[in-house]
Structures are given as C-alpha cells and as structure tokens.
C-alpha cells in the first residue's frame, strides 16, 4: 500500500499579534532621509566613514522595506501559478541587497587603503552634525520597531539592523569629534575600515541564509538523523526514509517522506497514525507543513536521504 498524505499544520510554538507596518514605513522613511543626508554629508566633508555609514543605512532602508512589503505580499493567497505563494520575494531581494552591499563595501575599503596612505583634510563640523543627526534619527526608529520586534521575525531583523545603524553613528560621531579636536585625518579611512568590515561580515551571513533557502538546503536547525530516529519510535512505524526537508521561508519549515508502516493498515485507519507524526514533527522539530506517503512491505531501502542511480 502507498498513500500520500499531506498536512499544513497552523499551530504555532507562540502567539502572532498584527504586526503595525506603519512603524515599519516610518523607519524607512527615516532611514532614506538619513542615508541622503549623510551621502550628502560624506560629500561636503570628504569623509569616506560618513559614505561608508550612508551605505550601512541604504541597506537598512532597504532592509526596513523590505519587511513592510513582505507583510503585505504576505497576505496574497497563492494560485495556480504561485502555488507557495509570494513569500519568497523576500528571500531574492535579501539575496541582491547582500550582492550590492558586498561590492560596494569593497570599494570603499579600497578608498579607505587610499586615503590611509595618503590623508587628505576633512570638515569634521558637517561630519559631526550629520552623525549625531543620524544617530538621533536611528534611535527613534529603534524605539517604534521595539514593540514589533518579537512578533516577527522581519521586524526582529530590520531592528537589529537599526540598532547596528545607531552604533555606526556612534562611531562616526566620535571620529569627527577626535579629527576636530587633535586633526588626525587618517581616523576617517580606519573609521570607514571598520564599518565595511561589519557590512561584509553581515552581508555574507544574509548571502548564506538566501541561498541556502533557494539551494532548499536543509535548515541549519534541522537534524534529519534525529527527526529519523523520532519517528521511527513510533509503534506503527517500521521505518522513515527519503527525506527531505527545506525552508519555504526564512521561518517555515516543510518536510515530505516515505513512511514504512508495520502492518498493511487501510486509509479509513491511517488517520490516527498521521497524526501521530505530524504532531510529533510540529512539537518537537517546528515543522509546520508536512507531506508523507505511506507504504507497507516495499523494498526500498530505509536510508535517510534517496540516492538517484
């Protein structure tokens, strides 16, 4: 007997409340401002740590958007032709933002090593207001992101995005107030250094994260031996094989299998078992969309992963 049987499960580990994308729009409405206002500014002082902090908050910009669009695309239902929905326009967008960040930040580590070997003066004044208006700016958005922060996991990253964006202010602040006070010009490329070195460093985790999820790759959270060994301890269950389990989105999981029953049950009596296994993935693995098909007396082989011949 082989059957499929496939679950979406809508119970979740916590509570969703409506997240107020408002908020969101408004963070990046605020992020846009302070990126033009410190290209702007970086431009007029010749300072490459207010460009390379511009940059972090372009990011950030698109980042907060990002978020805002995806909970609006994320109340489309799927069609025929999306039938997983649109909830993966997220993930490309995560993918080109890495791309961009990553290529610009590179360039400006090489102005950086320019203008280390050979420093040229900085209006510190401009780079200092526009920091500190930056900051204040960051920190506002902070504070009306708090709230939603721990209703969804885009809000969570776009927050902590901005609060990387109010520590890189920080940063530059201090670099205007030392070039004003003691003119060591050469602190801009260090300051400029530093921020694109956290830029490539967060860029890559996000470059890795996309792609793994596009690649279908197993999440990183996920360990299939256990989930094998999980199931298999089951009293009706001889054993679970060809697995496959992959992120639809950076928070949902969904796994498909061969489940090898211990006696030849019929459909009407399956329910009970389906149960059993999807509760038991959802509780202990956090998998929320389940497809199996259950067979009895086959001859495949019950290893974890199908090899193609």
């Not at 499960?9 to 107020?20: A, D, F, W």
């Not at 649109?86 to 990553?102: G, M, Q, S």
């Not at 796994?255 to 078992?273: F, G, I």
């Amino acid at each position: 007997m082989s059957e499929k049987r496939h679950t979406h499960t809508h119970r979740s580990s916590h509570h969703h409340h409506p997240v107020n994308e408002k908020n969101l729009l408004i963070a990046t409405l605020l992020n846009f401002v302070i990126t033009i206002a410190e290209f702007a500014g970086g431009i007029l002082s010749n300072s490459l740590a207010l460009l390379s902090d511009a940059l972090h908050n372009l990011s950030d910009t698109f980042a907060t958007f990002i978020a805002y669009i995806a909970i609006l695309i994320g109340r489309k239902d799927a069609n025929v032709k999306k039938t997983f929905g649109y909830k993966r326009v997220e993930i490309l967008a995560a993918l080109l933002n890495a791309v961009i960040l990553i290529i610009m930040s590179i360039y400006l580590v090489k102005e950086a090593y320019l203008r280390w070997k050979d420093p040229e003066p900085i209006k510190s004044m401009i780079m200092l207001v526009v920091g500190m208006i930056g900051l204040l700016a960051n920190v506002f958005a902070v504070v009306i992101l708090k709230r939603d922060s721990g209703k969804s996991i885009n809000v969570k990253a776009a927050y902590v995005h901005l609060i990387g964006d109010s520590l890189s202010s920080v940063v530059v602040i201090i670099g205007g107030i030392l070039i004003q006070i003691f003119e060591i010009y050469w602190i801009d490329p260090l300051i400029t250094l530093l921020i694109c070195i956290y830029i490539i460093r967060e860029a890559f985790i996000i470059l890795k994260e996309s792609v793994n999820i596009l690649m279908q790759s197993t999440p990183s959270s996920l360990n299939l031996s256990r989930v094998k060994k999980a199931v298999e301890r089951l009293p009706e269950v001889s054993n679970i094989h060809h697995l496959h389990a992959w992120n639809l989105t950076e928070q949902r999981v969904h796994l498909e299998a061969h489940v090898e029953l211990n006696s030849d049950l019929k459909l009407s009596e399956l329910k009970n078992t389906q149960q059993k296994i999807e509760e038991l993935l959802h509780a202990d693995f956090h998998i929320h969309h389940v497809t199996i098909q259950f067979e009895y007396d086959t001859d495949h082989a019950p290893r974890l992963i199908h090899k193609e011949k």
